[in-house]
């Protein structure tokens, strides 16, 4: 079992665009294991190969009572329908989660592990998970979905304050206290790094 630390903001790697995976050899094979055990022992929904610092496009998805760990292999977005407001995190923002608009339904392009080419419809949180891994995929994090008012919710004890409005000076200084902390798969994010991205989360995304 490989464990790869999961990269967080802001390393630049997050932003960049992975390049499409052109033969599944054996380095592939390897990467694959390792998002796997990886993404097993963050106990996440869904890892993308540049969240380990691997700019390749591949996503491994973990979703109870839905799908096994699925590996997409180039995965495309062909079409997207309705549009929901849900509640998301990110292994690569540790103890945040935000509200966010995502698709009703998208249909999905990708190659598998065994090289055959797949398309399916996914609904749900399975629609939610392929869009979220395959922003990361273009460099696109879901902090460039919060429009202005929108919240940023930290994950500490609901006795704790733990909303931050992007519009205001709010102190974030007690991030981490209080929940556990995998220094092994993280890096803690620098409170003053995540204040100035979500200040300007609204052009972020142009500006990349």
Do not use: W
């Not at 967080?8 to 694959?32: C, Q």
């Not at 609901?158 to 981490?176: C, K, Q």
């Amino acid at each position: 079992m490989t464990v790869r630390p999961i990269l967080t903001f802001p390393n630049n790697l997050l932003r960049k665009r992975a390049i499409p995976v052109k033969n599944i050899d054996d380095e592939v094979k390897g990467l694959i294991k390792d998002m796997r055990d990886t993404l097993l022992e963050a106990s996440g929904i869904g890892l993308a190969a540049n969240q380990i610092g691997v700019l390749k496009r591949i996503v491994v998805l973990n979703i109870p009572d839905q799908v096994e760990m699925s590996v997409f292999i180039n995965p495309e977005i062909l079409h997207k329908s309705g549009r929901r407001e849900v509640s998301e995190g990110c292994l690569s923002f540790p103890g945040y989660s935000g509200i966010v608009n995502r698709s009703v339904s998208v249909t999905v392009r990708h190659i598998d592990e065994a090289g055959g080419k797949i398309k399916i419809t996914a609904e749900q949180l399975l629609s939610q998970a392929l869009e979220h891994e395959i922003d990361h995929l273009n460099g696109i994090l879901f902090i460039d979905h919060l429009k202005e008012h929108e919240m940023l919710s930290l994950s500490v004890p609901d006795y704790r304050p733990h909303s931050h409005d992007l519009n205001v000076s709010v102190d974030v200084t007690e991030e981490g206290k209080g929940s556990e902390f995998n220094e092994k798969l993280y890096t803690k994010i620098k409170v003053e790094d995540l204040k100035e991205a979500l200040s300007r989360a609204h052009i972020l995304k142009e500006a990349e």
